[in-house]
Structure formats: C-alpha cells, structure tokens
DNA sequence: ATCCCATACCTCTATTATCGATGTATCTAA
DNA sequence: TTAGATACATCGATAATAGAGGTATGGGAT
C-alpha cells in the first residue's frame, strides 16, 4: 500500500474535525487520523506542528499543557468557537470543490 | 460566490482529464474546467502554464502548434499513452484520499 | 478610424504547505 | 540497559499555486 501523504489544503480541516470530538494533544491527533483513515492520511510531523501553530494563530485553537493518558507531559488542543465556526466553512468549501473535481471526472 | 481555487495538487489531474476527451489549448482547458465545474474551478495562467509544462516534461502531453476555433494560433495538447496511464493512477489516488478525508469527516 | 474586449501565449516573484531530517526528553518493557 | 513508543519542536528543501505583468491578434462597437 501506498504510503500517501494528505492532499494539501486539507489538513487544518482534518485537525480541526478531530478536535470537535475533544481536547487532544498533537500525537493523538496523528494517531487518530491515521487510524480513522483506515492508515491512509499519514501526517508527518513537520506538517502536524506547523499547522498546529496556525490553528493558534488564527485563534481556531487553544492550547494548554498537561499530562497525556500515559502519563507524559503533552499540549492539549481545543476548538475555539471561531475554530468551529471555520470548520463548518472549510467543510463546506471542502465539498464543493470535491463535487465540482467530480463534475470533472465523471463528464464525458 | 466565492472565488475558490483549485484544490492544490489535483491541477495536473484535471487538467489530463480535460485531454482526455481530444486536443486542446491551454486556454480552452481553463474555459472548460471552469464551465464543467459550474464556475467553480478557476485555473489562473500562473498555475496552468507551468501544470503544461511539467506534463511535457514528464511525458504525459505533448503538444503541437495549430489553429484555434477562432482562427487564432494556438497550442494544442494531447494525452500520450503514459498520460492515460497517469490520470487513471490521479485519479485512484484522489479517491482514495477523498474517501479517507470523508471517513474522518463523518465519524462522531 | 479607433478602442476595447476576448482570445491566446508565457514568465516572474511571492506565498504557502508539505515533507523529511534532526534534536530533545521521558516512560515502559524486554 | 537498551530499544521502542510517546511527545514535543524546528529547520531547510521542495513544490505548487496565485497574481501581476508582458506580448500579440482579431472582431465588434462607438
């Protein structure tokens, strides 16, 4: 199997989707991801902490440090009420783009 | 409605789709993305030329100079045998990491 | 006649995202 | 005691896209 990386554009959309559920620290974040995918979005860390920082940034994230289920010290990410609101926007646009690369696909 | 661009890294894959159906410019590509995609997918030159070119150099188009509808010169594109073979690997991978995006996406 | 718009090509630079490598540290299990 | 999993982060290279700029021609409207 492919090792296959995330398609670009999509993967504060994805982080911000597994947020919903809960706080989580960045690890958890790729381990879900990877699971849930069925091992296909595999998230590198270079691309998971970058994006992490502009999640904060923007204020679709906050932080905070505790300890993680094993015990280790771990940074805790948790949706904001304008992460929320820009999850339901960039799954919306997500979407439509999907649909119209369809539109493409499927046109003979 | 909103500008919206194309999902980085599934240009070239459009793009091999559209010459799927027989020649055609550059310019004809970018009208038909966006009239199939009901105005959704607006390729600007900046990324279409280059997507062109880097499907010549691969070897998945070749193009020869011609005449447009219109009368004007013009440079048509064609798929070669291992352009085929590209877009249907482009495209079993978008479904795969679309189906992926959509698991995460859908679970609670 | 002239001027604008659509058609048609292309390049350049800035921006941005991703990836892989690198580095630190701790805890657990073999 | 040592390897592997957990957990953080940064750095540099790579690549793709967008937007602006530049050339040229043809047709239609003023």
Known sequence: MAP??????????????TLQRGPLHGYGIAQYLLQVSGQVL????????PALQRLLVNGWAEAEWGQSETGRRARFYSL?????????????????????IRLVLRTV
């Open 80 to 100: 904001t009420a304008a992460g929320k609101k820009r999850l339901q926007e960039e799954e919306k646009e997500f979407d439509r783009i999907v649909e119209a």
């Open 4 to 17: 296959a990386e995330v398609l670009p554009g999509t993967l504060e959309m994805l982080i911000l989707r």
């Open 42 to 49: 595999r998230v590198g860390e270079g691309s998971l902490y």
